[in-house]
């Protein structure tokens, strides 16, 4: 019997090299994905904490930029102490689930440093991605035509209680609805809302926002002692906000 | 086969670091991004005290719970891991200088790639997509897509989960000759 003596080798699984780089290549690319990322975000505000607030609004050329910040003035709608060392300007899209979060945030940091610090709220309704989110804020400056800052806050706090975000809310039943509730003029409301009277006003804190480095919702600048700026974008935890509001009372 | 390849993987204290480490590196940055601007600003500021440098990133963490949809803080956690656990394979082969696993790698250099991309919060533009593209580009490209540009999140936990298996298939094989079927 003719004993047939098995060839043995290594298995045939050579490697190009360009599989073989595969992986480095991966992380290489993946670390330029978050250089640039993080790039861009850096270049949008060179000034970061360095800037004043009350400096003189300059024409938007460049965005990103901190200073570009409109001076707080009597079309805000501001909750807290007006005066306050620390005031946390808010740009804000009605129909973003983490406004509707960094909402309860504020009032709770609000509620916590009382006359020490004064809450903006500016509007950032991101039409591509929030249809009715225009509309909505047109609706709360409706409210304050009415009733002042305080239906303002009023009619905003009672939406975010009562909406569910991402442009679920039928808008034709609910922000009359809510009208009624902190009794307001229903046929001027719905007169006003109808009008295109705030459109310009929100489309210039829609720019004001981009302006200053907004990229997403909720966006914030903190304006503490001596107009130092700080930006803080998202819905940051509660402990991280008051960490920041304590940072910017020291002026640091 | 996967638990024997993690087994003798990560029974080498030096693999369990290395891949906490990237894992670690991967999340911090998912929950950073938004605040990159502010965190550098902060951690070079000499007037600001070294708490604050060290305990404001850190409590940036907890971001994961109020600036993420439950899905997105899913998959960032996820990719996070099987990326520490895709490097800490992948170098482990390296240094044994064997056979390197042609599909593993491959799709794990994808999955890698695509979860990048779709890290952060969809809902909302701040998504690396988003900072890529530029503001108004990166919110157009992401409201065409049904989850908001979770899928590229979706898309990397599956391509790194293939990958991961692929890896410790290859490395759970036992270093032998084979037979070439052909000649039998």
Known sequence: MEHHEHETKMPETTV???????????????????????????????????????????????????????????????????????????????????????HETLKQATAEYGDQIAWVYRHFPLDQLHSKARKEAVATECAAEQGGNTAFWKYMD??????????????????????????????????????????????????????????????????????????????????????????????? | MIKNAFKEVFRHPSYLI????????????????????LLLSLVTDPTVPISVKVSFPIRLFE????????????????????????VALFVYYVRKQRQLAQGGLTIGSVGIVSGIVGMGCAACGFLILTSLLGTAGGIGVIALLPLRGGEFGILGVILLGIATYLLAKQISKPMVCEVPITNL
């Open chain 1, 16 to 102: 190009a090299p360009a599989t073989t780089l595969s992986m480095p290549i991966a992380i290489v690319i993946a670390g330029v994905l978050i250089a640039g990322a993080i790039f861009l975000g850096l270049r949008g505000n060179s000034s970061s904490v360095a800037g004043t607030a009350q400096q003189p609004q300059q024409v938007a050329q460049a965005t990103g930029d901190l200073k570009q910040m409109k001076p707080i003035a009597g079309d805000d709608h501001i909750r807290g102490n007006p005066n306050a060392q620390v005031k946390i300007v808010e740009y804000s899209d009605m129909e973003c689930p983490f406004c509707k979060r960094f």
């Open chain 2, 63 to 86: 971001s994961i719970t109020t600036n993420f949809t439950t899905l997105s803080a899913s998959y960032t956690i996820v990719i996070a891991l099987l990326t520490g656990i895709n």
């Open chain 1, 158 to 252: 009672r939406w975010f209680e009562l909406t569910p975000s991402n442009n679920q809310t039928d808008i034709d039943t609910v922000l009359p609805q809510i009208a009624k509730e902190i009794e307001l003029d229903e046929a001027k409301f719905t007169s006003c809302l109808a009008s295109k009277k705030y459109d310009a006003h929100i489309e210039e804190n829609v720019q004001n926002a981009t302006a200053t480095g907004g990229n997403g919702t909720p966006w914030s600048i903190v304006v503490g002692k001596n107009g130092k700026q700080y930006p803080l974008s998202g819905a940051q935890p509660i402990e991280a906000v008051k960490q920041l509001i304590d940072l910017a009372k020291q002026g640091k």
């Open chain 2, 18 to 37: 290395l891949s906490g480490a990237v894992a670690l590196l991967i999340f911090a940055f998912a929950v950073w991004l938004p605040n990159i601007r």
